[in-house]
């Protein structure tokens, strides 16, 4: 009886599962509210192991230096960060977007106006991004990216913002 059992088993593994099925599609999209200029976005940006071109260009738009007008190709791997995320989280809210791209001239009045602002900022690279999240508090939205150990995650809690980048894993 064993050995009937151990031929039929090797017999359904050969020709795949009883019930065969499609693997399940691997589609990114992320929503964002602008606070700034109050534009709204909500886009699928990865489909089945691809980027979206049209998808990245309208985040390179949405995410632009708000105050020059300025855009740069930001880093597909900050909205990554995003999605995981949200998908550890189960979040199923909205970014609100506090800073993206920064141009070397706004990076350069931020800087004068405060002490908190680097020099080589990753925000000049198009890999940073300063949000909320609407349906988790700062607190954990901080914890969650920090537990993702993709790159770099500040608390800002007097502004109840979260900055997270694409550079090395470090925190503050």
């Known amino acids: 009886m064993n050995r009937c059992f151990a031929t039929l088993l090797l017999t359904v593994l050969s020709f795949g599962s009883i019930s065969p099925s499609e693997p399940a599609e691997d589609v990114r999209h992320l ?15 990865y489909v089945n192991g691809e980027y979206v071109a049209s998808a990245i260009s309208e985040l390179n738009h949405f995410l632009r230096d708000f105050r020059t007008g300025d855009e740069t190709g930001m880093d597909p791997g900050v909205f990554d960060i995003l999605f995981e995320i949200q998908q550890s989280s189960g979040s199923t809210g909205v970014y609100q977007v506090i800073s993206a ?3 070397p001239a706004t990076n350069e009045m931020l800087r004068s106006r405060s002490g908190g602002v680097a020099r080589n ?11 909320r999240l609407t349906d988790l508090d700062t607190a954990t939205l901080r914890d969650v990216a920090l ?3 993709r790159g770099g995650v500040g608390h800002y809690s007097e502004s109840d913002f979260v900055h997270v980048d694409t550079g090395r894993v470090r925190r503050w």
């Open 147 to 149: 537990s993702l150990k």
């Open 31 to 45: 929503a964002f509210f602008h606070t700034h200029t109050s534009e709204e976005l909500s886009v699928t940006y």
């Open 101 to 103: 791209y920064r141009s």
């Open 121 to 131: 900022s990753q925000h000049l690279l198009g890999k940073a991004i300063d949000v």
